[in-house]
């Protein structure tokens, strides 16, 4: 039996007792606790088998009667059904992971038949594969590749270039924010990290947490975070940060992971129950350097829930297939409601690997949104050292970290994510020229 991701779908589900039972299982999560009258008519028996597997001790009724003590038939006297309801047959047979931030859940060992019916009745049912990787780390255009061999802080030039110094000069360095990551993990132990809060979670490939104590399963987490808020090499060197370790299996080299872990940590990541982890700090931005192939809705959801009802901003790589030519961007970089970001190198010159093209699927939307750089950006590895890497992972935390910057220096867009994304946009110059459509807006300058 396999994993899958379910989503619903509202305008494909005619079956509305199965949308009142999955209002009713976020609803369970989300307040911890709820009432029969209060709940999306009808609640199910399986609704209180879901909220104890979300951990919520007593699901009752208004007289204070244990739902799990309620007969069916007498819970759904009055009400109307059109059918029965699929999802109460899986939860009666699989194990159910709630991801109030997704609007889905994750079915284990779910049965053929039974994801037969799911679909059948509207809901979007996907298979659990690895649809995410690490971008793969490409030689700049001038030749250099990024080593293992150690590099002074002092040779991160992107502090500069993207403003950050002058904005720690001017005395904003990321206090009160916490910078959410998705990404290989974070070695804790580095110097660029001493005394600094950092929680932590570990995700397996069906969305359990396996672990809470800081470890790195590649080195390419440790890199992000410290770019994005390293006491030394960091944009936002005063940041709390929040790590989602999503990309653990690794093959070939380089670091992947499934979309049930990936959405799972991010699901973590802003705030909802998770059991084996405890909440972390409220996330003030989240970064994904991390992309799938093309374009690939199954973030979408969750981003837009983060953003639209929590005020989280979201910003991802683009990808750095670009010297395969336009339109090889990944998702979630390439979504509209992602700030996509490209990378650009000392002379601000968009790197040749940095993506751009069109999306389709939001009318031709042009990506990426802004540039930042990428190119032999010296950061922190795993025990104690510092490496250059290019590519546009390194690119997105530069402009996470500055996210935090510009919410200290202006608090009152903090949870207006249009409008902080304008001012993001506004702090942009303009690239070469030869640039083009490849820089989006420009890069990033504070």
Not at 350 to 357: M, R
Request: proline fraction near 6%.
């Amino acid at each position: 039996m396999t994993t899958f991701v379910v989503f619903a779908p509202r305008d494909r589900i005619e079956n509305e007792k199965s949308l009142a039972s999955f209002d009713a299982f976020q609803d369970v999560v989300a307040s911890r606790t709820v009432r029969v009258q209060e709940a999306a008519a009808p609640v199910l028996s399986a609704v209180a088998k879901l909220g104890e597997e979300a951990g919520v001790a007593r699901v009752r009724d208004a007289a204070n009667v244990s739902l799990m003590e309620i007969g069916h038939s007498e819970m759904m006297s009055g009400d109307a059904v059109d059918g029965p309801d699929p999802l109460e047959a899986v939860a009666a047979t699989s194990k159910v992971n709630m991801l109030p931030a997704v609007g889905g859940l994750i079915l284990q060992d779910a049965k053929a038949e039974e994801v037969a019916r799911l679909r059948d009745a509207g809901f979007e049912v996907v298979e659990n594969k690895r649809y995410y990787y690490v971008p793969p780390e490409p030689v700049a255009a001038d030749g250099m590749a990024a080593d293992a061999g150690a590099a002074h802080p002092a040779e991160a030039w992107h502090l500069g270039h993207c403003g950050a110094l002058g904005m720690h000069a001017a005395g904003f360095d990321g206090q009160g924010s916490c910078i959410g990551i998705l990404d290989t993990g974070i070695d804790p132990d580095h110097p660029e990290f001493a005394g600094k809060r950092i929680a932590f979670a570990r995700f397996d490939k069906d969305g359990n947490v396996v672990g809470t104590a800081p470890v790195d399963t590649g080195d390419h987490g440790t890199h992000v975070s410290a770019i994005a808020a390293g006491h030394s090499v960091g944009v936002a060197k005063a940041a709390d940060l929040a790590v989602a370790a999503v990309l653990t299996y690794r093959s070939n080299g380089r670091n992947s992971g499934f979309l049930a872990q990936i959405l799972a940590g991010f699901n973590w990541l802003v705030g909802n129950p998770t059991a084996g982890a405890p909440p972390p700090p409220e996330v003030t931005v989240v970064n994904a350097s991390l992309g799938g192939k093309g374009y690939r809705p199954y973030l979408y959801q969750s981003i837009r829930t983060a953003r639209d009802d929590l005020g989280i901003p979201f910003v991802g790589a683009i990808g750095n297939a670009g010297h395969g030519g336009i339109n090889r961007h990944g998702s979630p970089g390439n979504y509209d409601i992602s700030i996509g970001v490209g990378a650009g190198d000392i002379d601000d010159l968009v790197a040749d690997f940095s993506d751009w093209g069109t999306v389709t699927q939001f009318g031709n939307l042009a990506k990426p949104d802004l540039c930042a750089p990428g190119v032999a950006i010296h950061s922190a590895i795993p025990g104690g050292g510092y490496a250059p890497k290019n590519g546009t992972s390194m690119a997105a935390p530069c402009v996470a970290g500055a996210i935090a910057l510009i919410l200290q220096q202006m608090p009152h867009l903090d949870g207006d994510v249009a409008a902080l994304e304008q001012e993001v946009y506004s702090r942009i110059v303009p690239m070469s020229v030869a640039a083009g459509v490849r820089a989006g807006r420009g890069r990033l300058a504070l």
